[in-house]
């Protein structure tokens, strides 16, 4: 059986001209074995301050008011992933674009007892959906908004697109690719550090080397192999056609 792969990209990484083109590559390799996961951090902040409001981050991840959450759900669900999906399609890519809202394939709850608002951890994932797009020869594109498990109306709650994207990698037994506009974790000189385990990792960040968008790309990369993810590399847009870029992560030996 082909290796399944789960490919995050960051919302700086959606625009790059290259992604399509590079995207086809790995869709062709892995016969059509491969589920997108997309964010949108830039374009969401961009319109909290048009309309009033000022984007807030803790260890990278954004606190979310009620009031942000439609703002989440027309950008992740909306805007950014049907573009995403328009250009997919126009590189050859049976594309389609769908939501950790949709079949109630994300299932969530408020991190932390709450303190980032309507942001949540996934709590359980329901690969069905993304199983029968593969097998029908589509690729998911997924916004990571999802359901609140907590809520009896089926609210949304926002998901940090690293986090969706390794409980789906997780649930499919895949790799998990996450794709970021640097190439690779750097140490404190700016050299790409090629392998990380969870002990290094620790150290980085009692350094500050680690820090913001990294840390919880890590943090989810981590997670992700603890709970089934085949391998985890966190690289650059051009590391999609060439596996030996970016940092792979793995477990010490004994580690669950």
């Given at each position: ?32 074995c491969?589920?997108?996961v ?32 439609e ?9 950014a992933?049907?573009?995403?999906v328009a ?9 389609v ?27 359980r994932?329901?690969?069905e ?9 589509y690729?998911?594109?997924v ?41 690779g ?10 392998s ?7 150290e ?11 840390r919880?790309k ?30 792979t992560?793995f477990l010490?030996?004994g580690?669950?």
């Amino acid at each position: 059986m082909t290796l399944r792969i789960v490919v995050k990209v960051g919302g700086r990484v959606q625009s790059a001209e290259g992604l399509p083109r590079h995207l086809a590559g790995v869709w062709d390799a892995s016969n059509g074995c491969v589920c997108v996961v997309h964010g949108g951090g830039d374009e969401i902040s961009v319109l909290q301050r048009q309309l009033g409001l000022e984007p807030t981050f803790v260890n990278g991840r954004r606190i979310t008011s009620e009031e942000d959450l439609e703002i989440l759900r027309m950008v992740l669900s909306g805007s950014a992933n049907k573009r995403l999906v328009a250009s997919l399609v126009a590189a050859g890519i049976r594309a389609v674009g769908i939501s950790g809202e949709d079949a109630g394939m994300i299932g969530a709850a408020p991190m932390d007892g709450g303190p980032l608002g309507r942001a949540g951890k996934p709590t359980r994932i329901d690969p069905e959906l993304i199983e029968t797009l593969i097998a029908a020869g589509y690729m998911p594109v997924v916004s990571p908004v999802a359901t609140d498990v907590t809520s009896d109306s089926g609210a949304p709650i926002n998901v940090n697109g690293d986090d969706a994207a390794a409980a789906i990698a997780s649930a499919l037994n895949a790799e998990l690719w996450l794709i970021a506009d640097v190439p690779g974790v750097m140490d404190a000189q700016g050299d790409v550090i090629t392998s990380l385990d969870p002990a290094q990792t620790e150290e980085l960040v009692a350094d500050s080397v680690v820090n913001g968008g990294m840390r919880a790309k890590l943090e989810a990369g981590f997670a992700a192999l603890t709970a089934g993810a085949a391998g985890v590399r966190i690289a650059d847009l051009r590391s999609l056609s060439d596996p030996a870029r970016g940092t792979t992560l793995f477990l010490l030996p004994g580690m669950p």
